[in-house]
T-cell receptor, first 110, second 114 residues
Framework: LAKTTQPISMDSYEGQEVNITCSHN???????ITWYQQFPSQGPRFIIQ???TKVTNEVASLFIPADRKSSTLSLPRVSLSDTAVYYC???????????FGAGTTVTVRA | NAGVTQTPKFQVLKTGQSMTLQCAQD?????MSWYRQDPGMGLRLIHY???????DQGEVPNGYNVSRSTTEDFPLRLLSAAPSQTSVYFC?????????????FGSGTRLTVV
């Protein structure tokens, strides 16, 4: 599994854009990048997944540069309800030993 | 669709007791797994299964046992509970491994061992 590094915490205010960068220098050719969101007392929830370039859905955007050694999760116009822990995972689609690191705690303030 | 259902939601055990945490999914997912999450930490993989009758160890398997007799169910057994097993346990399922749609998680079981 490619090891990932992401900031421990980030603070933001309502209405701002939040960008969380994840480093994965040892990403393999077959690896995908997946982000999860976890609210207190809940299990993680799949947000977005990508392989290269840019992926966008109704929740977030994922930017992946050509060398794929990092990726950035972008949350547009956050609200208080976006306060959560965000996890970056890298692995093959058939990877069965996926572990979650400590993630990035994003706190959105009014 | 109920998704992934975990029972019980809360449990207090005495040291040395055994119990089974239940996990069921109704999405016909082949892959299921158990994680534990300790305060301020990420999720660590305990055991996983790639299909009925097939299980394997994850990162922290000691003290836990699993079996997978059906596609739907993946129970986690604590053989002799210890205070170090106090944690929140999450069950997850997916179509395959990392999966193109990611994992679906249950709401967790909060276990306290005294």
């Amino acid at each position: 599994l490619a090891k990932t590094t992401q900031p421990i915490s980030m603070d933001s205010y309502e209405g701002q854009e939040v960008n969380i960068t994840c480093s994965h220098n040892n990403i393999a050719t077959n690896d995908y990048i997946t982000w999860y969101q976890q609210f207190p007392s809940q299990g993680p929830r799949f947000i977005i997944q990508g392989y290269k370039t840019k992926v966008t859905n109704e929740v977030a955007s994922l930017f992946i540069p050509a060398d794929r050694k990092s990726s950035t999760l972008s949350l547009p116009r956050v609200s208080l309800s976006d306060t959560a822990v965000y996890y970056c995972l890298v692995g093959d689609l058939n990877d069965y030993k996926l572990s979650f690191g400590a993630g990035t705690t994003v706190t959105v303030r009014a | 669709n109920a998704g992934v259902t975990q029972t019980p939601k809360f449990q207090v055990l005495k040291t040395g007791q055994s119990m089974t945490l239940q996990c069921a999914q109704d999405m016909n997912h082949e892959y299921m797994s158990w994680y534990r999450q300790d305060p301020g930490m990420g999720l660590r993989l305990i055991h996983y299964s790639v299909g009925a009758g097939i299980t394997d160890q994850g990162e922290v398997p000691n003290g836990y046992n699993v079996s997978r007799s059906t596609t739907e169910d993946f129970p986690l057994r604590l053989l002799s509970a210890a205070p170090s097993q106090t944690s929140v346990y999450f069950c997850a399922s997916s179509l395959s491994g990392t999966g193109s749609q990611g994992y679906t998680f249950g709401s967790g079981t909060r276990l306290t061992v005294v």
